[in-house]
């Protein structure tokens, strides 16, 4: 079966490219969001001890014949990068990227990231982070550490604006030689 990593900026569609492409190969989406955050309220705010989330994650992976790893693991998951067959790149314009990202916010979390809740600054604090993506240098998730990453992968690279429609960018993913040549069961 197949392994696929998607991976781009905060924003840019991979979790949900992930999802839907999974649904369709009828195999696993794993997010790397789930590996290395552990579950708080508010979430997103204590990451997992690094040993225990590449423990997790090759547990999972190992699960599943097939998978979909959506999201960046590319300072934490070594172990994990030799069993990719494909790597799927995405990239967005900042400001549609920075508007779903404000988009998604709003309804995850309401009010509470609103003047005066309890997730105010945090969020704030992301959004700044997020919004530095394509300037930032290597050191972070970044378009420069994307790009750095992306050059020592010995999986084939498939680069794609996630401003199209998601179907679009699954059609193009099932495609690519090293998907289409392999024995996947899609979904219909």
Known sequence: MVHIHIMGASGSGTTSLGHTLAERLDIAHLDTDDFFWLPTDPPFT????????????????????????????????????????????LRIEPELRMARIRAREIARYGDRIGPGGDMEIKSGEFMEWAASYDTAGPERRSLAAHEQWLETQTAPVLRLDSSREIDDLVAEVLLHPAIAAGAVRQRR
């Open 46 to 89: 204590t990451p997992r001890d690094a040993d225990e989330r590449i423990q997790l994650l090759l547990q999972e992976a190992a699960r599943h014949d097939g998978w979909v790893l959506s999201g960046s693991a590319l300072k934490w998951a070594r172990q994990i990068e030799p069993f990719y067959d494909l790597v799927v790149f």
